[in-house]
Nanobody, 126 residues
């Protein structure tokens, strides 16, 4: 699966951004899709994941209630709607694809993802 993330940019604290990740190459609906982020000087961390059909989602506690992950299997795109952004949300955001079953609960683990996009930078100013 080839993944192409987009939608990053500079936004003021309290603002919103919507990231997109377009997939190609394999059957998109066969993969759990996840978003991760890496801030400067920090390790990559899990943000959100969505199951194959979109019926199930999971969020990091730091973004729960502010971010929403969704997918459109007809367009092979996964989205991350980010609201009420904070300066600590500043990071390079990556989308990734995971072929494991949702019920194995591996989706928060970056090592469980086989395919990664190139990242899109989100900068939140205070």
């Amino acid at each position: 699966v080839q993944l192409q993330a987009s939608g990053g940019g500079l936004v003021q604290a309290g603002g919103s951004l919507k990231l997109s990740c377009a997939a190609s190459g394999r059957t998109f609906s066969n993969y759990i899709m996840g978003w991760f982020r890496q801030a400067p000087g920090k390790e990559r961390e899990f943000v959100a994941a969505i199951s194959l059909s979109g019926a199930n989602t999971h969020y990091a506690s730091s973004v729960k209630g502010r971010f929403a992950i969704s997918r459109d299997n007809t367009k092979n795109i996964v989205y991350l709607q980010m609201n009420s952004l904070k300066p600590e949300d500043t990071a390079l955001y990556y989308c990734a694809a995971n072929s494991a079953s949702w019920y194995r609960r591996t989706y928060p683990q970056d090592l469980a993802y086989e395919y990664w996009g190139q990242g899109t930078l989100v900068t939140v100013s205070s």
